[in-house]
């Protein structure tokens, strides 16, 4: 099938998209549908060997840990809503996760505590929030004056790109829901946003140095000094801290090395049906990347400089089927896989604890209840003595964290004990019950489970 552009062109500009906003899609575009290059072969990688550990970095004085979070921003990605959960049109950052804290609030106190440290002027954060996030998160951020106080902006806004027909290859339309004819670019669109904005160039003049980059429901991603250590160490570029990939993880991507010796980053869609056993193997693919980044601002500032601000990273073709039935595709790009530019970039294996994502409403659960707490520095972490969370499976007809909360009226159960926790049937629990080992709860119909019960095992009421 032909392709032509100019319809979207037309759609961006007259929806005020910048040049360099058209010339990025436009790109993307062309690699998707005309060129076919969205693929990344078996044969064109191969699997990697040894990186940096995290366990291993040593300890910082204070004065030294203190000069390096003087040169840190952090960033976090905030462009999603929390539609897993239930909620159309609510930021997910804007959920409540522990307590009467959201994800905001808790990155909020975060910085904070960090800035008391080390001074109130120092360690900037900043938003990347999308069409569907900015009003309500920015909203939420002016009612917190001490944060609007900082040497650059606070949000840095995500472009947004039409979805694209599968039928057609045109811009998708919907009279009825004009909103639902975007959708935002992917997270790899936060280097062009970058540069665009003049922001990177205002990170320099304020002699920041290292940006911190994470996704905002990743409770793991904390601020950790020796990161940055490392790296002005080995005169590092770009970061990636990676994990080891389990069972659950076979559907993610993963790291890979090119022909070159340098980091590629495959994610699902990019991987062939005959390559999708390779793809699949833990032992042969090690590690995964947590979307835990970490770039200088100089050598970051250099690069998108010298490709006018288009890096041409690989591009996701996402398939959608959306509440119409029509069929549609999102093209988008990763923030990790600029790693693949950097020749002297780093893969950092940090622990599980560092990617401690809250997608759905089983992790949202976990989090609630007391095997995480919240720690004196603003983290949550599992509880001592915990080496990994519960296991969440709830009934199919909870689907939102109304239904959700329904189940608890009372509080949610200690879980701190419990390995497995499986919920089938309408089921409500009174106050004070704990859970143990592994626990499987069968109902037929309405349940009451009494105040102060201790389950083990099948429970059949």
Not at 47 to 59: A, C, D, R, W
Not at 212 to 232: Q, V
Not at 338 to 349: G, R
Request: charged content about 25%; proline content about 5%; aromatic content about 8%.
């Amino acid at each position: 099938m032909a392709v032509n552009f100019m319809p979207f062109a037309r759609k961006m500009g007259a929806a005020g998209a910048s040049d360099i906003q058209v010339e990025s899609f436009r790109r993307n575009y062309l690699q998707a549908f005309e060129s076919g290059k969205c693929y990344i072969h078996e044969d064109d990688i191969a699997p990697v060997g040894s990186v940096h550990n995290f366990m291993e970095l040593p300890q910082l004085s204070k004065q030294r840990e203190n000069e390096l979070l003087k040169r840190c921003a952090v960033l976090k990605l905030n462009g999603g809503l929390a539609t897993t959960m239930g909620l159309k049109g609510t930021p997910k950052s804007l959920v409540r996760v522990k307590g009467t804290l959201s994800f905001l609030d808790i990155t909020i106190l975060q910085i904070r505590r960090k800035r008391a440290k080390i001074g109130a002027r120092f360690l900037p954060l900043i938003l990347m929030n999308s069409f569907n996030t900015s009003a309500e998160t920015m909203s939420c951020i002016t009612n917190n004056r001490a944060m609007l106080e900082q040497s650059v902006p606070m949000e840095l806004m995500q472009s947004r790109v039409p979805r694209i027909n599968a039928d057609t290859l045109e811009p998708y339309t919907c009279s009825e829901d004009p909103n639902s004819e975007w959708c935002p670019p992917g997270h790899g669109d936060i280097y062009m946003s970058l540069y665009s904005t003049s922001l990177l160039a205002e990170l320099l003049s304020n002699n920041i140095r290292y940006v911190f980059l994470s996704n905002i429901d990743n409770l793991g991603a904390s601020l950790d000094a020796r990161i940055p250590a490392l790296m002005e160490e080995r005169r590092c570029p770009f970061l990636m801290e990676v994990s080891r990939r389990c069972e659950t993880d076979k559907k993610g991507g993963h790291l890979a090395r090119d022909v070159y010796g340098g980091y590629v980053l495959r994610e699902s869609s990019m991987c062939t049906p005959e390559d999708r056993q390779y793809f699949s193997d833990i032992d042969r693919y090690r590690y995964f990347n947590t979307n835990n980044i970490w770039f200088d601002v100089e050598k970051m500032y250099r690069l998108v400089i010298g490709h006018n601000g288009l890096l041409n990273l690989p591009v996701i073709k996402n398939s959608k089927i959306l509440g119409d039935g029509q069929k549609i595709f999102q093209l988008e790009t990763a923030c990790g896989s600029a790693i693949s530019l950097f020749e002297d970039a780093i893969a950092l294996e940090v622990p599980r604890s560092r990617f401690a994502p809250v997608k759905g409403l089983s992790d949202l659960l976990a989090v609630r209840s007391d095997a995480y707490v919240m720690r004196e520095d603003n983290t949550i972490t599992l509880a001592d003595g915990k080496m990994s969370p519960p296991v969440i499976v709830l009934p199919e007809q909870v689907k939102t964290i109304e239904s959700m909360e329904a189940m608890f009226p009372c509080g949610i159960p200690s879980l701190v004990n419990c390995d497995r926790l499986q919920i089938e049937g309408p089921v409500i629990f009174g106050k004070d019950v704990r859970c143990v080992g592994e626990v499987k709860i069968l109902a037929n119909s309405r349940a009451v489970i009494e105040d102060g019960s201790v389950l083990q095992g099948e429970v059949v009421i």
